[in-house]
Nanobody, 122 residues
Framework: QVQLVESGGGLVQAGGSLRLSCVASGRTFNKLGWFRQAPGREREFVSAITWSLGVTYYADSVKGRFTISRDNAKNTVYLQMNNLKPEDTAVYHC?????????????????WGQGTQVTVSS
């Protein structure tokens, strides 16, 4: 049974930092990613990383502020979020893909975590 368990969300002031974690279990994956969804908005891609080579992908809105990384021994992917802005407020979901193609679309991912809330106050 595949499980993705996120943690690390919370309330932070603008300019602050948070680190999200996602522990993956149940099978091997080609890549893991982070998506977010704010109230009334569609789910959007944030970042992704390939499991074997560590190739990374970022949305333009977070490039230079967020860093994705993985610890293969712990089956964990991290999202370090710095210089947070109120517009980063959303539920952040970890997603896992067994596929070698795609990285930025929800349809590229097969498995999803429950999500963790990130709230950035101004």
């Amino acid at each position: 049974q595949v499980q993705l368990v996120e943690s690390g969300g919370g309330l932070v002031q603008a300019g602050g930092s948070l680190r999200l974690s996602c522990v993956a279990s149940g099978r091997t994956f080609n890549k893991l990613g982070w998506f977010r969804q704010a109230p009334g908005r569609e789910r959007e891609f944030v970042s992704a990383i390939t499991w074997s080579l560590g190739v990374t992908y970022y949305a333009d809105s977070v490039k230079g502020r967020f860093t994705i990384s993985r610890d293969n021994a712990k089956n964990t992917v991290y999202l370090q979020m710095n210089n947070l802005k109120p517009e980063d407020t959303a539920v952040y979901h970890c997603a896992a893909s067994p596929y070698t193609w795609g990285s930025r679309s929800s349809s590229d991912y097969e498995y999803w975590g429950q999500g963790t809330q990130v709230t950035v106050s101004s």
